[in-house]
């Protein structure tokens, strides 16, 4: 079972790529595990982007590009995608 | 009187009879207003301008700086233009940085008020306070960059110039004011300088103001420059605003073919990530910014066969590549600097030419070259807006005006609210954002607004309106209406642990005042009010806070779900009229016009 990582912007500067297709053990996983398992691969995006569990301000994701979230908490179901970004969207 | 951060009057200038006339600006008046929009507004409505035409020889034109100009403060170099819009006939109030703010602040006064028309093409010169009109000589025609440095050797390098391109001579109703490559964009006030016989004002200056306290003020701006540096505005300072193209496609918030579409198949090809390999790049930086989101490219991949680079912000972008259906970089980099170098607001260029190419598209217009994903049909329609030339004099009065012209309902998606061109944030999918545009006194707008931050977080579902909308709406506005009066750039915000708080404890460095947060929240909501009353004096009507019929009727292409409920939104501006303590329909109470303090004349008693 997978989660689809898609990263934007600044995530997607630090880690190389736009993409990253984790496993997940169970029929669904947490936010917080998920930052964990991008820290251990991505050490850069890791510095930039996250505090432990947590994303850091400036940053959000958002499940299937719908809802958005910033709870280490937040349920993530297996097969759905999470993207991460930059919170700020001025233009 | 003698004030901190301020010169305590402003000068009233009548083009024609040519008289200067410095006007005192009073505490109360001040600390109500601040600066830069919100005291643009209330000379504005001191003037009475509500009431004239924006072309007219009578209406006003005013740029006012504030107390930050000339600070320490991180990005404070701004000032304010505020007219009555020739593309809304409502409050129009742009900003642009640099030189232009602090010289204009040393030339002796907190904002200049342009009234009349100079009897012939002139440049207005404000030396030290000292005014003199010169008449043109070569300029005219000529672009803004060129006609900066025309300026800059016959007058020298220590004047700081804002100009004006063949659009704003041509009375394009959304032509640009521009200093050092950047603009005073939105609404049309380059027509209204044109209308005043003005192609440029040139302004130097030695009179600085003081600071009440410049150590503790130092010390401050050295702690917010620091945090300037940290992860609110990394994504500024790398990639710059163009790097929402990507996440908006994903979100299907990206406007693409006059918003038939919310996403764009070929958005990977003009997002920064891909523009930045084939091109030199570099970044700049407005004055007195530590953050530097200007991100500069190399027009031809090849940098040698062309030397000077363009900026590129989201908002060129979006207007000028997936509104007009165009996939190709190259395209939009070039038809971005014809706007620059021509005077046109990007914004409001791409979406009136999107809205003539969804006509041709209809059959509803007979100009057959005009079609999406045509750069040579974008680069010659912006020739033939900025030069009023055959179907150039349409487009060059917005798609508002240009769908009156067309008629068959084509009303129904012009991309516009009360006449201004809709920005990159595709009001379906971001809902939040598509209730301020509705609202907002100065048309859609996005940065007067700022409503997408909603959009952006868990607060909301971006999809649907719902009920905490109009108060979060309000938040976000009176939030950008206090740091366009300060004024402080909006990349800034994500910075501030408590906007109010910090904004209170910067004037209070800076002017002595004991002003507080409080305080400034009810001077930021009073700013709207503001705004407002200038738009009822101007005619303003209900019916005018809504969206083009089309985000009602259809939903997206590639989001079915989303459509935005006509009735739910009427239910949400009725929420937000009484927030803000205004009637249901959006008028303000008498009470609070009397409050407001303006008699029909524009006397005010605070002055
Ligand atoms: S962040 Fe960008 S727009 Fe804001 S002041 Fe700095 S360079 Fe100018």
Known sequence: MFVLVELFGIPRQRAGQAVVKLEVCEESTCLGNIVLQLTKLFPDLAEECFEGRRLQTGYIASIGGKTFVRSPDTKIRAGESLLVMSADSGG | MSHFGYHGHYLRIDLETEQVTRVPLGTEVLRRYVGGSGLGTHLLLRENAATHEPLARESALVFAFSPLVGSPLTTSAKFAVVSKSPLTDRINDSLASSGFAMAGKQSGCDALVLVGRARQNSVLLLNDGRFELLPVRGLAGQGTNQTERMLREQLGD???IASIGPAGENLVRYATISHAGRHAGRGG???????????????????MTTWADADRLNAYAKDLARRSLGPETVKYRELGTTSNMLVFNRLHALPTRNFQQGSFAAADQLAPETLAVKRVTDRAYCSACTIGCEHRYSLEEDPATDSESVRLEYENVFALGPLCGIEDGHAVLKASRMCDQYGLDTVSTGGTIAFAMECVQRGLLDVPWLRFGDSEALWRAIDWIANR???GDQLAEGSRRMAAWVGQDSLVFAPQVKGLEIPGYEPRALQTMALGFAVGTRGADHNRSSAYEVDFSERVDRRNLQEGSAALAIETEDKAALMDSLILCKFLRGVFQDFYQEAAHMLQLITGWDVTASELKSCASHMVSAKKLFNIRAGWHPCEDTLPARFFQEALDDDRQTKISQSRLGELI?????????????YLSPQQEQEMGYDESGHCPGD
């Not at chain 2, 192609?199 to 030695?206: T, Y």
């Not at chain 2, 009725?574 to 959006?586: A, C, D």
């Open chain 2, 158 to 160: 220590d004047w700081q």
């Open chain 2, 189 to 207: 006030s380059g027509a209204v300088m044109g209308a005043k016989n003005l192609k440029a004002i040139a302004v130097r200056g030695s009179q």
């Open chain 2, 389 to 391: 030339r055959e179907i």
């Open chain 2, 574 to 586: 009725e929420s937000y009229n009484q927030l803000r303590g205004w009637t249901r329909e959006g």
